[in-house]
């Protein structure tokens, strides 16, 4: 998987409880992803990073926030979870000035 | 709005024999493809991509065509093995330096033996 790990890889957490997932890369690469994927959605684009501090909202980040205070490091949070975003979350990374990305083994989130 | 779909949801193919997984797209304004393909439990890989500017790419037993006129994408993999039973996704995106991908909801390629 590229050098790209996620933690944790399974959660199991209750509805209004706060969660973070970490994203970790060893490859350098300036661009970061979060995506969710779920039946019928295909992957969708949660919230990316340009750099450090630097971040923009993708198509569904209501609900949800990021940080990267480091190159290797992307952090995804849940500020107060909901049954809707059980789901599988991915990381990804690339290059700036290519459309390749590399993506992580995934976490899977469960909101009971 | 913008959309990046497919055909099938669902293909079967005999072990041995071709497969030609297929993608629609609507933004004229894509001028990069990308297939990955997904495993059960793991993240999605890359396959092979092509730039607007190309109507065909090879790579190891993989070929990407585009069809421009009529915005469609498909993936032809030959001489199919049991390790190619996986979901295929499509992804596009546009030259406006945002390196941002729109993916495909996935076909599910089942290889039987």
């Known amino acids: 998987d590229a050098g790209i790990t996620q933690s944790p890889r399974h959660k199991v957490t209750e509805t209004g409880t706060p969660v973070t997932l970490r994203c970790h890369q060893t490859?350098?690469?300036?661009?970061m992803y979060w995506y969710r994927q779920d039946p019928g959605h295909g992957l969708r684009l949660i919230h990316y990073?340009?750099?450090?501090?630097?971040?923009d909202k993708g198509e569904v980040s209501d609900g949800y926030s990021v940080s990267r205070s480091k190159t290797e490091d992307f952090l995804l949070t849940l500020e107060s979870a909901t049954s809707s975003q059980t789901s599988v979350y991915f990381c990804?990374?690339?290059?700036?000035?290519?459309?390749?990305?590399?993506f992580g083994p995934g976490t899977r989130l469960t909101v009971t | 709005g913008e959309s990046v779909g497919l055909h099938l949801p669902t293909l079967s193919v005999q072990e041995g024999d071709n497969s030609i997984i297929n993608c629609a797209y609507s933004?004229?304004?894509?001028?990069?493809f990308i297939w990955y393909k997904q495993e059960s439990g793991k993240g999605p890989q890359f396959i092979i991509d092509?730039?607007?500017?190309?109507d065909k790419r090879q790579g190891q037993r993989v070929t990407v065509l585009l069809n421009k006129t009529v915005k469609h994408l498909s993936l032809q993999i030959a001489a199919t093995q049991p390790g190619d039973s996986a979901v295929y996704f499509c992804?596009?995106?546009?030259?406006?330096?945002?390196?941002?991908?729109?993916f495909g909801t996935g076909t599910r390629l089942t290889i039987i033996p």
């Open positions: 990804a990374i690339g290059l700036a000035g290519e459309y390749e990305q590399y």
């Open positions: 990073s340009y750099g450090v501090k630097d971040t």
């Open positions: 092509i730039r607007s500017n190309m």
């Open positions: 933004n004229s304004a894509s001028d990069y």
């Open positions: 992804a596009e995106s546009t030259n406006f330096g945002n390196e941002k991908l729109t």
């Open positions: 490859e350098n690469h300036r661009y």
